[in-house]
């Protein structure tokens, strides 16, 4: 993409170009490396329109499978331009940028190989008295349109994640990408067009939450809201949807404990790795360590030498581990909670400090629990490390917060492991890897305020479908 090239909205398989066009900025350089034109009203009245008509003619599962495959294989060759644009428009380091994109081909892929599974199920009605000549099966059946508001942190594979299993379940989708990470949204669709999707499947609105979400939170031909992002706009969909189905993938604080049997060489670099990923922009991402006090001095050693030894810096230059935040705005929340916790008697065991957006990777010792880098979503490159003296002490530390997203236990003991994996109220316990692991193809989401629902191209497509009985009354001959 030229650097400063106008793109506009994908409706009914043509770019519709507005006057009010959205800078798109290099989060490192803060440059405008692209214009998006934004939406108006009648723009997502005709998106809606052209779902509807695209929807009177049902794609059979066979296409949908070969368009999701195809579309696949094309993010898979255009991997390092995507990779490229991930690093420019959402500041995340280049070599992480490279693992998304694959990631997203992945996420195509067994999406198309879903389209080709849904099933329903017989239904013994023949068994109950006076239905001996009744025969009942379910069938699974498309929602229709799906609405999928996406996050800037994944803005390609999250974004995946609810788009490739919607078509696979035969519906048509509108994105809403974040406005400040637009252009991987856009390139999807490109790419869902080449790969021969029909017009009318996927429609690109960009603009704010205020304004373009509002509007498609208001029409009612829209079915289903699958939404990533924080806690207060994910319960705001869910008042405004009413009882039309949502899928809502929210905040955390997600805790990761490390046992007195744990294999700290494993375990602490993995920490520092997941910690500070994306700038620790991630829902899952390590935010809370909970370390037995016998290992409590080694591991918070090896923690703070492994997090000396990241790279931050310039997202395109492929030895960055850790690129900036997404604005300055949340580089100064971010550091303010720093400071808050550090004058509330937290030790800084390292980092703590900032150059323009990028914030050295920050550990902390000595919180407490009513201190927001603690109790609340940091979604910035901080970890705090608390040492306990009894499992039992663990769990209920992790379980005290107002999220339940995924958490990580690093033990050598399967009853340790087995006990944090039943009484952890959480959507995903990780063993021996951090709270931060996840495997595409795997249900994921959350438990109280992180949300509801499943994502996961086999979930999604259970979610994004819904079943309808068909039952015969027959005579016997």
């Known amino acids: 993409m030229s650097e400063t090239k106008s793109y506009g909205l994908l409706i009914d398989g043509q770019e519709i170009f507005t006057d009010d066009l959205l800078p798109v900025k290099d989060k490192y350089t803060g440059d405008t490396v692209a214009l998006i034109s934004q939406a108006r009203q009648e723009d997502v009245e005709a998106a809606v329109a052209s779902a509807k008509r695209a929807l009177n003619k049902p794609l059979s599962p066979y296409s949908r499978a070969q368009i999701l495959m195809k579309a696949s294989t094309i993010i898979k060759s255009r991997r390092e331009e995507l990779a490229s644009l991930i690093a420019k428009e959402a500041g995340k380091p280049l070599k992480d940028a490279l693992v998304e994109v694959s990631r997203a081909m992945e996420t195509f892929r067994l999406s198309a190989e879903e389209a080709t599974r849904i099933t329903g199920e017989m239904v013994p009605v023949e068994a109950y008295p006076g239905s001996e000549n009744r025969l009942a099966f379910t069938i699974r059946v498309p929602r229709g349109l799906i609405c999928a508001i996406t996050p800037f942190n994944f803005p390609l594979n999250l974004l995946c994640h609810k788009v490739a299993p919607a078509l696979a379940a035969?519906?048509?989708?509108?994105?809403?990408?974040?406005?400040?990470?637009?252009?991987?949204?856009?390139?999807?669709?490109?790419?869902?067009?080449?790969?021969?999707?029909?017009?009318?499947?996927?429609?690109?609105?960009?603009?704010?939450?205020?304004?373009?979400?509002?509007?498609?939170?208001?029409?009612?031909?829209?079915?289903?809201?699958?939404?990533?992002?924080?806690?207060?706009?994910?319960?705001?969909?869910?008042?405004?949807a009413g009882l039309r189905k949502t899928t809502l993938e929210l905040g955390s604080n997600s805790a990761t404990i490390i046992h007195k049997d744990a294999d700290l060489e494993k375990a602490a670099p993995l920490c520092a790795r997941m910690a500070f990923a994306n700038a620790g922009q991630v829902c899952i991402s390590v935010q809370r360590l909970l370390v037995h006090r016998d290992v409590y001095q080694a591991f918070a050693s090896a923690l703070v030498k492994h997090t000396k030894a990241l790279v931050v810096g310039n997202p395109k230059d492929p030895a960055t581990d850790v690129g900036p935040m997404i604005s300055t705005k949340e580089a100064d929340r971010v550091m303010a909670w720093i400071k808050e916790a550090v004058e509330g008697g937290a030790q800084l065991l390292h980092g703590g400090t900032r150059e323009?957006?990028?914030?050295?990777?920050?550990?902390?010792?000595?919180?407490?629990?009513?201190?927001?880098?603690?109790?609340?979503?940091?979604?910035?490159?901080?970890?705090?490390?608390?040492?306990?003296?009894?499992?039992?002490?663990?769990?209920?530390?992790?379980?005290?917060?107002?999220?339940?997203?995924?958490?990580?236990?690093?033990?050598?003991?399967?009853?340790?492991?087995?006990?944090?994996?039943?009484?952890?109220?959480?959507?995903?316990?990780?063993?021996?890897?951090?709270?931060?692991?996840?495997?595409?193809?795997?249900?994921?989401?959350?438990?109280?305020?992180?949300?509801?629902?499943?994502?996961?191209?086999?979930?999604?497509?259970?979610?994004?479908?819904?079943?309808?009985?068909?039952?015969?009354?027959?005579?016997?001959l």
């Open 356 to 476: 323009a957006n990028l914030i050295e990777p920050t550990i902390l010792a000595d919180v407490n629990s009513e201190m927001k880098v603690w109790c609340q979503e940091i979604f910035g490159p901080v970890v705090t490390v608390v040492p306990y003296d009894h499992i039992e002490e663990a769990i209920e530390k992790t379980n005290d917060s107002e999220y339940g997203l995924q958490a990580g236990i690093f033990t050598s003991s399967i009853d340790i492991a087995l006990t944090c994996a039943k009484r952890l109220h959480v959507g995903g316990v990780i063993i021996n890897d951090t709270s931060a692991h996840r495997t595409d193809s795997m249900p994921y989401g959350g438990v109280k305020n992180s949300g509801t629902g499943r994502e996961g191209p086999k979930y999604a497509v259970q979610e994004m479908t819904e079943s309808k009985v068909i039952l015969f009354n027959h005579q016997v």
């Open 170 to 240: 035969g519906n048509a989708v509108i994105a809403k990408p974040a406005s400040v990470t637009p252009l991987s949204a856009l390139m999807v669709g490109k790419i869902l067009e080449e790969a021969g999707l029909p017009a009318g499947w996927y429609s690109l609105i960009v603009g704010p939450g205020s304004t373009v979400g509002e509007w498609l939170l208001d029409d009612p031909a829209i079915n289903y809201y699958t939404f990533t992002g924080s806690y207060e706009i994910g319960k705001r969909i869910q008042e405004r």
